[in-house]
């Protein structure tokens, strides 16, 4: 079990990703906070089970944001 992992991604745009308390196939929480290159209409989606307890996705314009408590390690 790891503790924390930061990560950065620049694809389409700046993502930064957090990992906290995590194995091979389950972390505790995760996070990412990301700005786009395209806007975007504002979107907010929450879900829950199928390998995660809960799971937030939150967009306005060109900021992202997503939480995730207990679900399944995201590949960074």
Same mark, same amino acid.
């Given at each position: 079990?790891?503790?924390?992992?930061? =990560?950065?991604?620049?694809? +389409?745009?700046?993502?930064?990703?957090?990992?906290?308390?995590?194995?091979?196939?389950?972390? *505790? !929480? /995760?996070?990412?906070?990301?700005? =786009?290159?395209?806007?975007? +209409?504002?979107?907010?989606?929450?879900?829950?089970?199928?390998?995660?307890?809960?799971?937030? *996705? !939150? /967009?306005?314009?060109?900021?992202?944001?997503?939480?995730?408590?207990?679900?399944?390690?995201?590949?960074?």
């Amino acid at each position: 079990m790891k503790l924390i992992k930061f =990560s950065h991604n620049q694809e +389409w745009g700046q993502d930064y990703y957090l990992q906290v308390l995590f194995t091979k196939r389950w972390a *505790l !929480f /995760q996070g990412s906070v990301s700005w =786009s290159e395209y806007p975007g +209409w504002p979107y907010l989606e929450i879900r829950s089970g199928m390998g995660r307890l809960i799971s937030i *996705l !939150f /967009q306005v314009h060109k900021f992202g944001l997503t939480i995730g408590l207990f679900e399944r390690t995201w590949k960074l």
